[in-house]
Each structure stands twice: as C-alpha cells, then as structure tokens.
C-alpha cells in the first residue's frame, strides 16, 4: 500500500492524552520524538517558523549519519527549548497532521516533552516564577510597589544585575504595572441599558474575560474595547473573579496547574454564558486556550465544550455583529496607512483576519497585513538565552512595518506589539480595538 505524500486536509487537532501514564514515559516520549524528527527532516517546510527546526535540522546534519538517529537523543531537549507553542507548524504548514496516517502533531509531541520536563522537576526557578502571573503580577500591582517595578524596568544597572541574577534580559522590553487592577476600579456591568439584539451566533451581551495583562499592565486595551462594544450596543459585563488562562503554565509544561486555573474559570465562564452573555479576552493566547487548548486537554468535558461555543476574538464578534448589519459604520476620522501584525495564537484559531477587514471598514484607511512571527512569545522574549533569536525573528515583522510607513501600527497581542516598536524608531504600537476606537471618535 503506498503512502499519501502531505495533504490538502483541514488539520484534525487530536485531544492531548496528558492523563495517560504513558504520556510521561521517558523512552515512549524518545522513540515518537525520533519518528516525527525524521519525517520534519525529510520535509524541512516548517524552517522559517522558529529556531526549533534550524536548531533540529543542524543537530542532523552536524551527526555522523546524517540522519535523526545520528543525533544524541540528550540533544532532543535542545529542540524542545526553541519552541513556544505558537501552533503555526501544526495549522498552517504541516501537511501530515490527522487526517493524514503519519498523524504529526509537533507543538503536542513539544508539549508533552516539556510536561516530562517539569514532571522531573527540569525547568528552571525562574520559568516557574515568571509564568505564576496571578501571585506575581498581584503583588506587584499594588500602590508602590508597581512604581518601583517601573522605575526597576527603566534602570540599566538594575537590568544588567536582573540578567545575571535572574536571567532575564536587561534590553529585552518589560510591560508596566498599574497601582490597581483595572478589576477593581470598573463597574461590574457597564453600558448594560437599552435593547439587546441577537444573532444566529451572538447573544449581544458579552462578559470580557480581562485576562492577567489586562488587569495588570494595559488596562487602556480593556476600556477601549468597552468603549467600542458599547458604542455599538452591546452592553458588557466585567469578569472579575476570574483567573489567569493558564496559557504561561501549559508553555511551562505544568499541565495540573492548567486543570487547576481551568476548574477556577470555567465556573465563572458558565455563570456568565447562563446569563445570556457570550465571553471576549482581548489577548489572542487567552482566546486560544479556551477555544482550542483546554478543550484537547479535556475533550470529555461537556462544560469546557460550552464555554468554547460561546468564546470569541474581539474581532470576530465584531464582524459577526457587522455581517449582521448591527455595527455602526459612521467613522469620525480615516487611521491613514495601518501596518497590522497578526498575532500567531489568532491566526490558528483558522476564523481569518477579521481584525483586519473590520478595520477596512473605515475610510481611507490603509492596511498592510503583516503574517510572521513577531518573536515574542510568551515568556520567550524575555529570557536572557532566548532574547537575541526573538529578536532576529521579529527583524522581517519590524522591516515590514518600516516600509509600509504608517500612520499606525499594532497586533491584537500586545506583547507582540510591544517588541515590534522596540525596532521602530519612536514606535508606538496600538491594540486594533484602540485604533478603531480612535476612528470612532469616542
């Protein structure tokens, strides 16, 4: 019987067996590792995606034979450190995902390598540290204390002692800390007066899901997005007693501190949606994990079904509202030229660039569509081993914004957005929600 060469297939993501024993056998792990190395060796498609299969193409070619089994399996964790879980090889480029029989699911088969990590307590304090963002970002937004984390941030002694005492770069941008979170300070409802009107697919009330960057470091993103959903009638409510997404531990590898945030949230997600509201995180990764993430990890459970149904990218929801003729298209002024990065955690949720076509709505405005990497990635971008490749693979993204000589440019992640006016002389990057709240005039 041959075998079918790649596949023109919708890919087919297979639940995350994590629960498995299996899962977590060192030698079961080693020997499907070196399956799927030798078949992205023999493809190398995925090259330009990040530093994991550079890193895994020169560790073959670098073997005595050439080939994976050349390759010293201790070096296989080399591989597994480059990647951030980004999914782009699984949903845009591989060809031999389920349905196809060689069933490669390379960010799963890296997760699980980085859950046996974790599980065998190799990961580093920091890692752990830095992705505890409930506890940490707590602590640090509080009144003082974040202008002091501010003031750290700034100061290129305490940068370069943070480097070689904790390891994360002193060049690499940090976010900034508000004195409280925005949680504390909204009303719980805001804008919720008048009629509701419904669609085939929305409810027209929505809960926002504020998410840990938010409620911590850019609150303007949460009111401006408030701004703009009120402005076309959709009353909103504040999620103010839910967790973080989980979307820094499951990069982490620490699968039960994921089930742990997913058993505190998804109870707050189902008050709301019981409600009449269907839910927004204006943070692409947060979106992913409750779209696509948690409902691999628990395909059974018929909750995290629900809350998958009723969970969406902002602009998703908004151009659902607008094919259904109930958003507001009288703009007060055009954006200009827009030199728009699509965040790599929206682009796998396979919706298309609706962020880009709500933005096309306004007159004379320009956008340039920007698909690649921005390099930042989590915690990625902020390690001190890690930091010089996020830059490198931001470097095509920053060019690209550069040429297009905008008036305006930004990502729907604001992490993403933030390295990028990092390259740009006097960049300063904008959450789309804020530029089309601009446009607005509101």
């Known amino acids: 019987m041959s075998t079918r060469e790649g596949s023109l297939e919708a890919p087919d993501r297979q639940p995350l067996d994590w629960q498995n024993p299996e899962f977590y056998d060192k030698d079961?792990?080693?020997?499907?590792?070196?399956?799927?190395?030798?078949?992205?060796?023999?493809?190398?498609?995925?090259?330009?995606?990040?530093?994991?299969?550079?890193?895994?193409?020169?560790?073959?070619?670098?073997?005595?034979?050439?080939?994976?089994?050349?390759?010293?399996?201790?070096?296989?964790?080399?591989?597994?450190?480059?990647?951030?879980?980004?999914?782009?090889?699984a949903e845009t480029k591989c060809p031999y995902l389920p349905p196809h029989e060689w069933a490669l699911d390379f960010p799963h088969l890296m997760l699980r390598a980085?859950?046996?990590?974790?599980?065998?307590?190799?990961?580093?304090?920091?890692?752990?540290?830095?992705?505890?963002?409930?506890?940490?970002?707590?602590?640090?937004?509080?009144?003082?204390?974040?202008?002091?984390?501010n003031a750290a941030a700034n100061s290129k002694p305490l940068r370069k002692a943070g480097q070689a005492l904790f390891g994360i770069h002193q060049d690499a941008p940090l976010p900034k800390f508000i004195p409280t979170p925005l949680t504390e300070s909204l009303e719980g409802y805001i804008g919720d007066h008048g009629k509701v009107s419904s669609t085939e697919k929305t409810t027209g009330k929505v809960a926002i899901f504020v998410t840990c960057y938010g409620d911590h470091n850019e609150p303007q993103m949460v009111e401006d997005l408030i701004a703009v959903l009120n402005h076309n009638g959709v009353p909103v409510k504040i999620l103010q007693d839910a967790k973080c997404c989980g979307m820094p531990k499951l990069e982490l590898g620490d699968l039960k501190k994921v089930e742990k945030m997913k058993d505190a949230n998804i109870p707050v997600f189902q008050q709301a949606i019981e409600e009449g509201y269907d839910i927004i995180a204006p943070i692409p990764s947060c979106v992913l994990m409750y779209k696509q993430e948690l409902p691999l990890m628990f395909p059974d459970q018929a909750d995290v079904a629900n809350v998958k149904a009723h969970f969406f990218d902002p602009f998703e929801y908004l151009m659902l509202r607008h094919k259904a003729g109930l958003i507001k298209t009288e703009?007060?002024?055009?954006?200009?030229?827009?030199?728009?990065?699509?965040?790599?955690?929206?682009?796998?949720?396979?919706?298309?660039?609706?962020?880009?076509?709500?933005?096309?709505?306004?007159?004379?405005?320009?956008?340039t569509a920007i698909e690649r990497c921005s390099g930042h990635d989590g915690t990625y971008a902020v390690k001190a081993e890690t930091y010089d490749k996020a830059k490198k693979i931001a470097k095509p993204v920053v060019k690209r914004v550069i040429d297009s000589e905008p008036d305006e440019f930004g990502s729907d992640c604001p992490m993403a957005g933030r390295l990028i006016a990092e390259g740009v002389e006097n960049g300063e990057a904008k959450h789309p929600v804020s530029m089309v709240r601009q446009a607005y005039g509101i």
């Open 114 to 149: 980085k859950a046996q990590n974790f599980e065998n307590k190799d990961t580093k304090w920091r890692d752990r540290i830095i992705t505890s963002t409930d506890p940490i970002f707590d602590a640090i937004s509080t009144p003082g204390i974040a202008q002091m984390a």
């Open 331 to 367: 703009f007060a002024k055009p954006l200009g030229k827009v030199a728009y990065h699509v965040a790599c955690h929206q682009r796998v949720q396979n919706f298309g660039m609706k962020t880009r076509d709500f933005l096309k709505l306004i007159p004379d405005t320009e956008v």
């Open 28 to 89: 079961s792990l080693h020997k499907e590792m070196e399956r799927v190395f030798d078949i992205c060796h023999t493809c190398r498609r995925c090259v330009s995606l990040c530093d994991s299969f550079p890193t895994l193409f020169d560790l073959v070619d670098e073997s005595e034979t050439f080939e994976v089994d050349g390759v010293d399996k201790a070096d296989f964790n080399k591989v597994v450190d480059q990647c951030f879980l980004c999914d782009l090889c």
